[in-house]
């Protein structure tokens, strides 16, 4: 019974490279939603997937990041040309209509 | 806007002390209501939930939190903590209106003393 299982756990990224993180969600599941934590602070809502669409991205910046939920593989959260900002833990959750599993986590650093 | 309001930032009990942490929602109707604990590093574990019906919930570890309509508040408690308690909690609303999506208070660092 696997829940949702984000990849990587840890990412070290140079300012202005590419950070690419995968959550593939609870099977079955077809709503995915992807959240930032800066350090000290709260989650914040970032951007609601379904299945080959983007529902509500409007807790994402405007430039550099960009998300995925394709009909076969994982849904993807792209962030390019990083800077140290992005530092933060990324969680990604899948629901069903009423309740969200969140993943274990994406810790990116950029150095 | 919809918001869920978490006041106290710190708390610091004594191992064997009750425990309440607050959580207030700002929402039109009534939403789904939540619980999780962060421990440092971790990911996010879902102490208890509610969506209808008895409006005191009993979770794991220990833990139950009340609705309270009228307060629009969903409350967290433990009648003894432990110290393996200390962690971060966050109250969280699931939210209906057009998309389904979470909105999360900004988090209850608990600190427990020996």
């Known amino acids: 019974n696997a829940g949702v299982m984000q990849n990587p756990r840890h990412l070290v990224r140079r300012r202005g490279q590419e950070a690419r993180l995968r959550c593939s969600p609870v099977k079955g599941h077809s709503h995915v939603y992807w959240y930032r934590q800066l350090p000290e602070e709260g989650l914040k809502f970032m951007v609601y997937?379904?299945?080959?669409?983007?529902?509500?991205e409007s807790g994402m910046p405007k430039e550099r990041f960009s998300a995925e939920f394709p009909k076969e593989g994982p849904s993807i959260l792209r962030i390019q040309q990083v800077v140290r900002g992005d530092s933060a833990a990324y969680f990604c959750?899948?629901?069903?209509?009423?309740?969200?599993?969140f993943g274990q986590g994406t810790r990116l650093t950029v150095v | 806007a919809q918001s869920v309001t978490q006041p106290d930032i710190h708390i610091t009990v004594s191992e064997g002390a009750s425990l309440e942490l607050r959580c207030n929602y700002s929402?039109?109707?009534?939403?789904?209501l939540f619980w999780y604990v962060q421990s440092p590093g971790q990911g996010l574990q879902l102490l208890l939930k509610?969506?209808?019906?008895?409006?005191l919930v009993q979770g794991i570890k220990g833990f139950e939190a009340e609705f309270k309509r009228s307060q629009s508040s969903f409350n967290l408690r433990k009648p003894s903590v432990h110290w393996s308690d200390a962690a971060e909690y966050f109250c969280a609303v699931g939210l209906t209106s057009g998309t389904y999506k979470y909105i999360f208070g900004t988090g209850t660092r608990l600190k427990v003393l020996a």
């Open positions: 997937l379904q299945k080959e669409n983007i529902i509500d």
């Open positions: 959750a899948s629901s069903t209509d009423r309740e969200a599993f």
């Open positions: 509610y969506f209808s019906g008895d409006t």
């Open positions: 929402y039109g109707a009534t939403p789904y």
